[in-house]
Nanobody, 125 residues
Framework: QVQLVESGGGLVQAGGSLRLSCAAS????????MGWFRQAPGKEREFVAA????????YYADSVKGRFTISRDNAKNTVSLQMNSLKPEDTAVYYC??????????????????WGQGTQVTVSS
């Protein structure tokens, strides 16, 4: 079981940066890959980035590749998303999530069972 709480959202101008954090509770955080997703108004939730349980591999959506960086600190039970060169189309509620099973690296939202409450990111033009 994993509980997740996001923080770090806010309002930023286009071209700016934000860093999202996700604090996890549960004894087996280091056994779970972690993902970030986002949902804009009127749109479906979409994958943003994922990182393996060890942190050695990452995967990004094409729309954020080269601008966003996912990282984790298993000693602190946290996963972060550094977002640079933000665009208005990045505006959304951002969620961190953990998949249903330990040691599983997946990108589809349907494979994720544990979700945070979300944090709003708004990028103004």
């Amino acid at each position: 079981q994993v509980q997740l709480v996001e923080s770090g959202g806010g309002l930023v101008q286009a071209g700016g940066s934000l860093r999202l954090s996700c604090a996890a509770s549960g004894r087996t955080f280091s056994s779970y890959a972690m993902g970030w997703f986002r949902q804009a108004p009127g749109k479906e939730r979409e994958f943003v980035a994922a990182i393996t349980w060890s942190g050695t591999s990452t995967y990004y959506a094409d729309s954020v590749k080269g601008r966003f960086t996912i990282s984790r600190d298993n000693a602190k039970n946290t996963v972060s998303l550094q977002m640079n060169s933000l665009k208005p189309e990045d505006t959304a509620v951002y969620y961190c999530a953990a998949p249903s099973h330990e040691h599983t690296f997946v990108v589809g939202a349907s494979h994720y069972a544990y979700w945070g409450q979300g944090t709003q990111v708004t990028v103004s033009s």
